[in-house]
């Protein structure tokens, strides 16, 4: 009885750890514009495709600190980010595919506090869909110890 009980244990240990799904932080710092569509607005979709053709699922999550912030605001008009005029360009469609990212695909955005007095912004400016975090720092460590794998961002 024992030898079946722990034959089942071993059986049931190993589905489920075929079943976890993979987890990846981005630790984005880049202002780059072209940057930031090929990792994060093309990369994790790319990614999510790829863990759901293999009928896995990959949680996302983003830490916004660095030159990231301006892709997250909600006017740029009033930040000090409306003289960047790529960024201008483009921000209305944007600002739409970021927020797919959150609905759709289920990506986390943790914005860091810290710096946001420092680039003149308030809760207020912020999309929604974000969270503020104490600090990057902290959230980087937060979901490294949940699991994620670390993948930079930068310019």
């Known amino acids: 009885m024992k030898k079946v009980i722990l034959i089942l244990a071993l059986l049931f240990g190993l589905a489920q750890a075929e079943d ?90 943790l914005m860091c506090g810290a710096a946001m007095k420092r680039n003149k912004l308030t809760k207020k400016d912020i999309v929604p869909f974000v969270t503020i975090i104490p600090n990057s720092t902290i959230g980087l460590i937060d979901k490294q110890n949940e699991g994620f794998a670390y993948l930079p961002v930068r310019d």
């Open 20 to 109: 976890e799904s993979a987890k990846v932080v981005y630790d984005l710092t880049t202002k780059n514009l072209a940057k930031f569509e090929k990792n994060i607005l093309k990369g994790i979709v790319f990614n999510k495709q790829l863990y759901s053709n293999k009928l896995k699922e990959l949680d996302a999550a983003v830490v916004i600190h660095g030159g990231a912030y301006r892709f997250f605001v909600q006017d740029l008009d009033t930040t000090i980010f409306k003289n960047d005029k790529k960024l201008q360009k483009v921000y209305k469609e944007l600002k739409k595919r970021i927020a797919t990212m959150a609905d759709t695909y289920d990506v986390e955005f």
